[in-house]
């Protein structure tokens, strides 16, 4: 097999030991000129420079090193390749990687140390390292109708499979599963576990949850840092984070287990809050606010700001108490609590002062959440896959305040503003419930832990099944198309 040299050029013809002989035929009469000759070469110069800025670079920033070397296929084989593969877009999910030159002479300034190599999420597939072994069962309690399938999911697993399962203890105590003779050889093999007592973080190779999408964020609230597979069937209420069916659940979990299943990344928020980091000094009216920086300034608003941002000493996380640092799902939501007065708080982006907020609270939102609270607050909903954090604010009184979505990178930082009138509360998941005060803070930013969560079909097509069969997504009455001997009033009336 020869090897050919890849360039803008023509590939150089096979070496013979015969000269090749004259090919004759009816376009030979009309040679091409020198310049056209070199025009066409240019051309296809440009068209293959234009392919190798699509991905994202080894060497020179924004392009793809180019392979000098490439094997020259056989005749037949080319044939059939021609025959069989027809060009077409190659799928992702991900935009094409975006040209760093702009013009003949402006471009991107070359920074190595802030490329990232993201796989595309068309291409995200689980596999194991190792065969899994550990399977935590979450169960939707107060459910009488899960009780059957519960015990069958784990006699599957521990007869059939030779799986460790592993339940939370208020689960296996369901008087339902203790007076099951049936059940009790199988109720002695599971292991059991306390919420908030016993870490079994590092110990479970594979999630499976039965009932609603609150047993994902359940899930997902029991690992603060990386997150096992969660296979979730759909028990519950609504079901929009579980697309697997129960009456295959053989097949499927048997799938799961071999490999290669599509799975989606959810991303999660990492979330923090910090008491008295900004302190209140001063009396009402004349609120000064001071931290680990200097002494404040009296009128309302933190020390003098430049072009909106927070001072240094406001932005120092020593300068309060952290209590409270979790990892969430689908949203934080700060709102006015029992109060009878709007929600006055502060919205920095980066430690630079966005906006206030006032009306009955803001939402903070990932693309997973974009179809749970957010969506009922006037969001728009965003794919998982989207990297992004919402804003979007709860009755604001204001009719031009939209939701927003920003940059997954950023941080948020949220605080009772100094005009605020009362306090504010702040929930994770509709979970840990807490006041804020006077000089709190709430820091939000994109987590590195998402939650895998495995696919049904592909993490397109269970999006979309998910909006049309929950959320009765774009759900009309089709119109009735005209008879034939009608036409449009608007072409007879002239």
């Not at 802030?114 to 550990?134: F, G």
């Not at 004349?286 to 700001?305: I, L, N, R």
């Not at 896959?385 to 940059?407: D, E, G, K, Q």
Request: aromatic share 6%; glycine share 6%.
């Amino acid at each position: 097999m020869e090897i050919q040299e890849s360039s803008c050029s023509s590939a150089t013809p096979e070496r013979s030991s015969n000269p090749p002989e004259p090919v004759r035929s009816s376009t030979s009469k009309h040679r091409k000129s020198p310049k056209r000759r070199r025009e066409e070469k240019r051309s296809q110069c440009h068209h293959q420079d234009d392919q190798e800025h699509l991905l994202l670079p080894d060497g020179e920033p924004g392009r793809l090193p180019v392979q000098h070397e490439l094997s020259e296929p056989s005749g037949s084989s080319t044939a059939e390749m021609a025959e069989t593969s027809p060009k077409r877009r190659a799928h992702f999910l991900h935009g094409p990687y975006p040209a760093t030159h702009f013009g003949p002479k402006a471009c991107i300034l070359p920074n190595p140390t802030s490329v990232m190599h993201i796989q595309d999420p068309a291409s995200q597939r689980l596999t194991w390292n190792k065969p899994p072994v550990n399977v935590l069962v979450i169960r939707k309690i107060r459910d009488e109708s899960l009780v059957e399938p519960f015990k069958e999911l784990c006699h599957f697993l521990v007869e059939e499979k030779g799986m460790l399962v592993f339940v939370e203890r208020r689960v296996v105590a369901d008087v339902s599963l203790t007076t099951d003779e049936t059940f009790t050889s199988i109720r002695k093999q599971l292991c059991t576990f306390r919420e908030g007592y016993d870490d079994i973080s590092h110990c479970i190779d594979l999630i499976i949850c039965l009932g609603g999408d609150g047993t994902l964020l359940y899930a997902s609230s029991l690992f603060q840092g990386s997150v096992p597979p969660v296979m979730a069937f759909h028990l519950g209420s609504l079901g929009f984070l579980t697309p697997f069916k129960f009456e295959s659940y053989k097949t499927e979990v048997a799938k799961v287990f071999e490999g290669n299943a599509a799975i989606t990344l959810r991303s999660r928020l990492k979330v923090k809050v910090v008491k008295d980091m900004l302190q209140r000094t001063g009396q009402p009216g004349q609120q000064q606010y001071q931290g680990s920086g200097g002494q404040g300034q009296a009128g309302g608003q933190p020390d003098t700001e430049h072009n909106g941002l927070l001072p240094h000493g406001h932005t120092n996380s020593e300068a309060g108490n952290i209590t409270l640092q979790m990892q969430v799902l689908n949203e934080v939501v700060v709102d006015r609590g029992p109060s009878s007065y709007l929600s006055n708080v502060d919205l920095y982006l980066d430690g630079r002062l966005i906006t206030s907020v006032q009306g009955d609270g803001v939402i903070v939102s990932t693309p997973t959440g974009s179809t749970a609270y957010a969506a009922a607050a006037g969001a728009s909903m965003i794919h998982p896959n989207v990297p992004a954090i919402m804003v979007t604010p709860i009755c604001p009184h204001s009719l031009s305040f939209r939701p927003i979505v920003v940059p997954a990178g950023v941080e948020l930082m949220i605080t009772l503003s100094p005009d605020a009138r009362n306090t504010c509360w702040v929930s994770f998941d509709g979970r840990k419930r807490q006041e804020i005060s006077h000089g709190d803070c709430i820091k939000i930013t994109t987590s590195c832990y998402p939650v895998p969560s495995i696919c049904c079909h592909d993490l397109v097509y269970d999006w979309f099944e998910s909006l049309a069969q929950c959320l009765h997504w774009n759900v009309r009455k089709k119109q009735a198309r005209l008879a034939d001997d009608v036409s449009d009033s608007s072409d007879t009336e002239n």
